[in-house]
């Protein structure tokens, strides 16, 4: 290696660990998101950090037997936690049990006397520790679909994503057991990048995470009788009178917009004040303009398919499916009937 491009090298991959380790920190006090999870998040990346930053010092000093052991039971230790992460996640077990003292004892490798043998115990532990995550984001995912939730309600692509990187380094470091085709410092750099990756998904998921508690804030807040009149007045004049339910491309924010009602609240108006949701609550507008413009003699000779564009469906299929829902007849059995 260049004597230029090693220092730079060296950078990338302390600047990586050192900003895991910060995080790591930060998420032990941290008051976004669910706070118990994140603590154990926090103390994996700490120590995780603490086992690369013995690899940067193998790769400036050589070898020193106390960072050596150092880095190993930080590694060791911090596996457990990865699970402890997704147990408190999504289960409602205690935050620490009794029975969890035992997975202290994945130290125990520390004591075999073979860098090679070490670093096997290493690599099974992960394995099974990551299975063990994997089993208990299986079993959520398998309880809400029985529950009939969409699983994008809880977000859980950032718990894929992890397992996901988990299992890639699980086969990137059985390659390199087997077949040794990495120099050493590069399992420190590749620590530094998909930390920085890794760092970039969990900022959306909180972001995501966020957003969803405002808007349960929001939707739980109760509109008052004086609101909900004042509001479904509002509606109804708008709607009808500029026939706003013309505009194929109309939704709920658009429609908020020009009411200037909050977003939330017109939602609320609508789902719990209306009994429908919006799609419904619309294509009624929409499938009564189609019923005017089907018995329009001025309109006889034109398509049906037309007829569902002028009421301001978007398409055909959702033309079809809203006007049998409302009337329990196809458009040309409307206008047959009407004929009669």
Same mark, same amino acid.
């Given at each position: ?47 995780? #950090? ?13 070898? +020193? ?8 039971? =930080?590694?060791?230790? #911090? ?9 408190? #996640? ?84 059985? =390659? ?54 004042? $509001? ?57 303009? =189609?019923?005017?413009?089907?018995? +329009?003699?001025?309109?006889? +000779? ?7 564009? +002028? ?8 033309? $079809? ?11 040309? =059995? ?7």
């Amino acid at each position: 290696m260049k004597p230029i491009a090693q220092p730079i090298l060296h950078l990338l991959i302390g600047l990586g660990t050192i900003n895991s380790f910060i995080f790591g920190i930060y998420l032990l006090f941290t008051q976004i998101g669910k706070r118990k999870a994140n603590r154990f998040l926090g103390i994996f990346l700490i120590l995780l #950090s603490i086992r690369f930053l013995r690899s940067i010092h193998f790769a400036l000093y050589g070898l +020193d037997t106390v960072f050596y052991y150092i880095g190993h039971g =930080a590694y060791f230790l #911090s596996l457990p936690f990865l699970y402890f992460y997704y147990r408190a #996640s999504f289960t409602d077990s205690p935050v620490w049990q009794k029975r969890d003292w035992i997975h202290l004892l994945v130290i125990l490798p520390l004591f075999i006397n073979s860098f090679w043998y070490m670093n096997m115990a290493g690599l099974i532990i992960l394995l099974v520790y990551t299975l063990m995550s994997h089993q208990i984001l299986l079993r959520f995912s398998k309880n809400i679909r029985k529950a009939s939730i969409s699983a994008r309600s809880y977000n859980i692509q950032w718990y894929k994503l992890l397992l996901f990187i988990l299992y890639v380094n699980i086969l990137v470091y059985l =390659a390199n057991l087997t077949f040794r085709i990495l120099p050493f410092i590069a399992g420190a750099l590749s620590y530094s990048l998909v930390f920085y990756l890794m760092l970039f998904y969990y900022n959306r998921h909180l972001q995501y995470a966020r957003q969803r508690k405002i808007v349960r804030k929001y939707t739980n807040a109760k509109l008052s009788e004086q609101e909900s009149t004042t $509001y479904k007045e509002l509606l109804f004049e708008k709607i009808t009178h500029e026939r706003l339910y013309l505009d194929p491309n109309m939704n709920l924010k658009k429609l908020a917009n020009l009411l200037s009602i909050p977003y939330y609240q017109l939602s609320q108006l609508i789902n719990q004040k209306l009994g429908k949701n919006f799609s419904e609550f619309i294509n009624a507008y929409r499938v009564e303009e =189609a019923k005017r413009l089907l018995c +329009d003699p001025e309109h006889q +000779d034109e398509k049906i398919e037309s007829i569902g564009y +002028d009421a301001g469906f978007s398409n055909p299929s959702s033309f $079809y499916a809203a006007f049998k829902k409302e009337t329990q007849l196809t458009p040309s =059995a409307f206008r047959k009937k009407q004929k009669k």
